[in-house]
């Protein structure tokens, strides 16, 4: 299986996790960095961050490097902003034409959040990507992990992978 793990990360709690779950099936890694950066601090980081991801919204990224022609599984993990994934990854999603595209690929979502509420965001992933709604896909929702790091965080990120490796 080669996988990938594509991820964006304000805070760094997507970052973390984007790594560890890379590390534990020898992934590689691709960060989504918007060429304008988004306000990290105070009412206007949820403003803007919550208001991008309502919107739709689909930033112009900072250039990066990926071949999915070997990828058998691609794994999204992003923050949670006003219950919708982060709008790098729809920018990632229709560069690469992932939506029309996907045949024989498989996907894995993970979601960080201080609410530990991720299920509209990933039904919003399945939707952009044009997967069928009953369509299985893995998922793991934590809270916080960077800054909130426990054993049992550790036992489900290590469940998710184990689930996506079958």
């Not at 779950?21 to 060429?35: F, S």
């Not at 039904?123 to 960077?146: F, G, H, R």
Request: aromatic content about 10%.
């Amino acid at each position: 299986m080669k996988a990938l793990v594509v991820y964006y990360s304000m805070s760094g709690n997507s970052r973390w996790l984007a790594g560890k779950i890379a590390d534990l099936l020898g992934a590689e890694t691709v960060e989504l960095v918007p060429e304008t950066a988004y306000p990290a601090i105070g009412f206007a980081k949820y403003l803007h961050g919550g208001g991008a991801a309502l919107k739709k919204e689909a930033p112009r990224l900072q250039t990066y490097s990926v071949d999915l022609s070997d990828k058998d599984l691609i794994i999204f993990v992003t923050p949670v902003w006003a219950g919708c994934f982060a709008p790098p990854l729809r920018t990632f999603i229709n560069n690469q034409d992932l939506a029309e595209n996907h045949k024989g690929k498989r996907f894995a979502f993970a979601a960080c959040s201080m609410s530990g509420r991720a299920g509209r965001c990933f039904q919003q992933l399945k939707e952009e990507l044009k997967l069928p709604q009953d369509a299985s896909v893995p998922t793991l929702s934590l809270i916080s992990p960077k800054d909130k790091k426990m054993a049992e965080n550790e036992d489900k990120i290590r469940s998710f992978c184990l689930e996506v490796k079958r």
